[in-house]
């Protein structure tokens, strides 16, 4: 299951995340799909992105953000989402700006192709 429209895709995307469901947050990424979350690890796919996401899950973690940038072309979009991670005590663990890629599928669905976590906060 996708995103029915890239300016959807951010609520989707932290709402399964605080669910804990890492098989159901995968499912926002194509099959061939790329994340990173530090610029240097990359998971590659549904299942890797879903190993990748699984830890900060089961550590309790939480996300809240909003989109700061949707731009569409034909069946390609770029956004951008500003993301905070807390903890249980509602700490702030880590933030940035995320920059990613998604695509319009034969579905009608939107899903990401290139997810860079903190892509559009991080320093050359």
């Known amino acids: 299951m996708g995103s029915p429209s ?3 895709t951010a609520a989707l995307f932290f709402e399964r995340f605080n669910s804990g469901d890492a098989a159901g ?3 926002l990424y194509a099959e ?3 994340f990173t979350y530090n610029g240097q690890d990359v998971a590659v796919g549904p299942e890797q992105i879903e190993r ?3 830890g900060f899950m ?3 973690f ?5 989109n700061v940038g949707v731009f569409v072309m034909g069946d390609t979009a770029l956004t951008r989402f500003a993301w905070e991670m807390f903890d249980g005590n509602g700490a702030t663990v880590a933030n940035g700006v995320s920059a ?5 599928g034969p579905d009608g669905l939107w899903r990401f192709i290139i997810d860079d976590a903190g892509g559009g906060s991080r320093a050359a």
């Open 32 to 34: 061939d799909a790329v």
């Open 52 to 54: 990748a996401v699984a």
């Open 58 to 60: 089961l550590g309790g």
């Open 62 to 66: 939480k996300m809240r953000g909003r």
């Open 6 to 8: 890239p300016e959807q």
């Open 25 to 27: 947050f995968a499912k």
């Open 100 to 104: 990613e890629v998604q695509r319009l």
